[in-house]
């Protein structure tokens, strides 16, 4: 029988800027999709919450100028990074499109609830199937108004799909943002077998996918606290070639792991949703778990002071989602506390709507 050619047996024969061409036509595509979605269900909201009050700020000409010309960017270094080899140009292909069309109904499904949601202000609901006693307090929270928060199967299977759409298809490019300094500050004279990897809050499993494809040998560990997007991460995890990454079920703030164990360590979109303390007590447990020599990056959103243009965004955000630590996070100096656990050597970088922090740990620490 004949197999159907994938897009990974195509890009060789295809001429580069033919691959780079079809790279920014499709990401244009997921953005244009993800503004007419948003623009329509904030048309439905105001429709069904006539009363609500949007305490939201319009987004100016030059604000979205700005986000443009950001979002151009990121592709672009996305692109550099792929042709530089830092990770294969087919990964810039790799969405998981048989889930987005399978469960794009449910997001307009879900829809109502949500608003129901909204309506009362009750953010922290959950069905009595959740076993409330096995979460910090501060996770029981239905983030980004989500059903069950991060805790059904549903959301696992919702959660890439509505992340592409708040990011205008761009999500997948700045969790890459990572590999390029990852792989730079790993210890040279380490061969790639031997080296070991954590994602903290692994979600559903995109920054591993993309760890996997840039460094195909090396041991991959995840965790994160709920199970149902461990399940989802498992499932699509062992879609793509290579070593199964071992996922477990763990609080990023008591990592089941030995101390100096890990050659690096990565957490994407996580510290905005954590309040201050815990905060600081994963970057403890990061320093802890980490090697000498080691490294340690966080990816998450941009904060105030960064880019002066994008600040009404940056304030919109909360108002539109339920997230109850952003506010806080915004204002946190995310450096200070790196230096705190014991990092040095911190760069600090901003791509499209994210910010990283690159830490290192001493050699001797
Ligand atoms: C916004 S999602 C980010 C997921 C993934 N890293 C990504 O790039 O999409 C936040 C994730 O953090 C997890 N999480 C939140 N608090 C956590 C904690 N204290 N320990 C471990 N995981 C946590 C959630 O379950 C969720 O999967």
């Not at 792989?183 to 031997?194: I, P, V, W, Y």
């Not at 195909?216 to 995840?222: F, H, N, R, T």
């Not at 243009?309 to 806080?328: R, V």
Request: aromatic residues 12%; negative net charge; glycine residues 6%.
């Amino acid at each position: 029988m004949q197999s159907t050619p994938n897009i990974e047996s195509l890009l060789p024969l295809l001429p580069e800027n033919i691959t780079k061409f079809a790279y920014e036509k499709v990401q244009q595509g997921k953005g244009l999709f993800g503004l007419v979605h948003k623009n329509i269900s904030y048309d439905l909201l105001k429709t069904f919450l006539p009363q609500r009050k949007s305490e939201t700020k319009p987004l100016s000409r030059k604000t979205l100028l700005e986000l443009e010309k950001k979002r151009s960017k990121l592709v672009e270094v996305d692109w550099q990074d792929a042709e530089k080899g830092v990770y294969p140009v087919s990964i810039l292909f790799d969405n998981p499109w048989q889930d987005f069309f399978r469960y794009y109904p449910e997001l307009w499904i879900d829809m109502p609830q949500m608003w129901q949601r909204i309506q009362e202000k009750q953010f922290q609901n959950f069905s009595f199937e959740v076993d409330r006693e096995s979460y910090p307090a501060y996770y029981l929270q239905n983030f980004h108004y989500q059903t069950e928060g991060y805790l059904s199967d549903m959301s696992a299977n919702l959660y890439d799909l509505q992340v592409e759409i708040l990011f205008n298809g761009s999500a997948d490019a700045m969790r890459r943002r990572i590999l390029a300094p990852l792989k730079e500050g790993l210890d040279k004279n380490t061969s790639d077998r031997q080296i070991k990897l954590l994602d903290v809050a692994c979600g559903t499993g995109r920054t591993l996918r993309f760890l996997r494809a840039t460094l195909p040998k090396a041991s991959l560990y995840g965790v994160d606290l709920s199970t149902a997007y461990l399940r989802k991460a498992n499932q699509l995890l062992s879609e793509i070639p290579g070593e199964l990454p071992q996922l477990a079920q763990a609080n990023g703030e008591e990592l089941p792991y030995l101390d100096d164990y890990f050659h690096g360590v990565t957490s994407v979109f996580l510290f905005h949703e954590l309040p201050p303390g815990a905060r600081q007590e994963v970057i403890n447990e990061a320093f802890r778990v980490t090697k000498p020599g080691g490294i340690f990056i966080i990816c998450d959103s941009l904060q105030i002071g960064d880019i002066p243009e994008l600040e009404t965004m940056i304030n919109n955000f909360p108002l539109q989602y339920h997230e109850p630590y952003y506010k806080d996070y915004i204002t946190d100096n995310l450096a200070e506390r790196l230096e705190k656990a014991g990092f040095e050597n911190i760069q600090v970088e901003n791509h499209f709507v994210s910010k990283y922090w690159i830490a290192h740990k001493p050699k001797n620490g």
